[in-house]
Structure formats: structure tokens, C-alpha cells
């Protein structure tokens, strides 16, 4: 099994930037893919971004590219995502997911069915 802790969400103001913390404990593992969703109140989860925990490949929704940028810190066990320049429409509570092992593709690795381990979310407020 593999916990997901997400960490780093707050109120901001529209403009602001943040960084997300998504803390991976338990199972060890050497290659995954990790992403980030996000889920408004009364709307369907979202993908935001992956990354291939191996490579560090990674991908964007159009909604965010160059805004926020994944990465990850091996040595830690940590994903991150930082968010610039944020919007109103940004404010959600954002998940942390992994496939272990990897095996979602570009054209999949959007839909929240492919991850198994979820965190239990982090909100983000972003003020007009």
C-alpha cells in the first residue's frame, strides 16, 4: 500500500502563486506515475498535471500550462506542484494520485480511474 499526503493549500489572492506538497509513504517504489487533480464543489475531479516518477516527464492540462509546474524530489518521496499566477477558476480541492506501476498513457492519464492511491485532498481558495 501507498499513503499520499497532500500539503500547501490556502486562501490567496488572484495572481498569487503556491506550491502544493504531496508526501508518498509505505510501499517503496522505484517507477509510477504521480498527478494532480483538482475538484470544485458539484463538478467532476480534473486532471491538472503528471509526471513519470522515473523520467520526471511532465504533462499539463491546457487549463494550466505555463502556469503550474510538477516536479518531484526522489530522495523524498515528494511531488510538488507550483502554481503561479493563480485564478479564481483554480480554486478546488487538489488531489495527489499514483499509478503503481506506471501504466497510464498521454492518452489516458487524465481520467481518475487509472490511479489507484488517492491523498485526501488539500483546498485552494483563490480571491478575486
Known amino acids: 500500500q501507498v499513503q499520499l499526503a497532500e500539503s500547501g493549500g490556502e486562501l490567496v489572492q488572484a495572481g498569487d502563486s503556491l506550491r502544493l506538497s504531496c508526501a508518498a509513504s509505505g510501499r517503496t517504489f522505484s517507477a509510477a506515475s504521480l498527478a494532480w487533480f483538482r475538484q470544485a464543489p458539484g463538478k467532476e475531479r480534473n486532471f491538472v498535471a503528471a509526471?513519470?516518477?522515473?523520467?520526471?516527464?511532465?504533462h499539463y492540462a491546457d487549463s494550466v500550462k505555463g502556469r503550474f509546474t510538477i516536479s518531484r524530489d526522489i530522495a523524498k518521496n515528494t511531488v510538488y506542484l507550483q502554481m503561479n499566477n493563480l485564478k479564481p477558476d483554480d480554486t478546488a480541492s487538489y488531489f495527489c494520485?499514483?499509478?503503481?506501476?506506471?501504466?497510464?498513457?498521454?492518452?489516458?492519464?487524465?481520467?481518475?480511474?487509472?490511479?489507484?492511491?488517492w491523498g485526501q485532498g488539500t483546498q485552494v481558495t483563490v480571491s478575486s
Open positions: 509526471i513519470s516518477w522515473r523520467a520526471g516527464t511532465p
Open positions: 494520485a499514483a499509478n503503481i506501476p506506471p501504466r497510464v498513457t498521454v492518452g489516458t492519464m487524465g481520467r481518475p480511474s487509472e490511479y489507484q492511491y
